[in-house]
């Protein structure tokens, strides 16, 4: 195995210089300035896990990690990393110490045939900390049909939250009212967004669910940005 990685490295390291430049686009820089250091050397296992690194840096580390897959994986692996045949579908890459090891190896050095570069490795071109921001992206993409089961569910709850965001807007509703009802359909959306699955194995998934859950507050802004969530989910999912 050992032996197997380096020869693939010093492949990489002899052919990059001749092939970088017949690849087609140029990679997008990541701003990962909002995300924590990780120091030098590379790490095993990926740093922004909520386990390790606390929700709020987890939640940073997918919305910096979408843009930068988005922007430099996608035209590859498919948009929000569903493959459309062209390389491996990277939601199936296992969130453990494995399935890391083998991520950094292909995002580091890239995968070169004969001489052809099939992806550009990542390791100068973009670093690590953007390495792992874009890999806790992908293992928290939910598996295919996993919101199949909730879709009536969230349907209802965001035309009401529609209605109510008139109203809001309006300034036609009582607060009171307005407030318990958010504070009802935060708990359902919660509810909804821990048993939405992932493909990796990973424990929680970023989903329409879960975004919904986090932008809903009593205001017009959280109500509207919360509907929006459901909206695009739900269109996705059809
Ligand atoms: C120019 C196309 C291209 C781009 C851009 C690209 N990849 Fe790849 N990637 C591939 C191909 C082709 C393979 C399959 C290589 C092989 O057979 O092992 C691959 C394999 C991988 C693998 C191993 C997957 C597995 O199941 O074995 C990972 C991880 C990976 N890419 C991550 C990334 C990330 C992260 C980015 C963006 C920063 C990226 N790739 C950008 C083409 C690309």
Known sequence: MKTKYLITFLAVVFTTSQTFGHADVAPQPVNTDALPDVGEEWRE????????????????AIEIGASGYNQNCA?????????????????????????DEWYT????????????????GYDELL???????????IETRPDDGALDDFLDQ??????????IAE??????????????????????????????????????????ASRAYTALDASAEGVAKATEFLTVGLSVAQ
Do not use: F
Not at 79 to 86: C, D, F, I, T
Not at 110 to 119: E, H, P
Not at 154 to 163: C, E
């Open 127 to 137: 670093g690590q900390k953007a390495a792992w921001a874009i890999r806790t992206y």
């Open 167 to 208: 109203r809001l807007v309006a300034g036609t509703a009582a607060y009171a009212d307005i407030s318990a009802k958010v504070d009802t359909y935060k708990a359902v959306l919660r509810e909804v967004a821990n048993q939405v699955s992932t493909a990796s194995g990973a424990p929680a998934a970023d989903s329409a």
């Open 105 to 120: 190896e292909r995002y580091r050095n890239g995968y070169t045939v004969n001489g052809i570069t099939k992806m550009p």
């Open 75 to 99: 035209r590859c692996h498919g948009l929000e990393a569903v493959s459309g045949g062209l390389a491996p579908d990277l939601r199936y890459l296992e969130a453990n110490l494995d399935g």
């Open 154 to 163: 969230l349907a209802t709850i965001r035309d009401d939250l529609k209605k």
């Open 45 to 60: 296992e990926n740093p922004y896990r909520a386990e390790t690194a606390g929700e709020e840096v987890w939640k940073t």
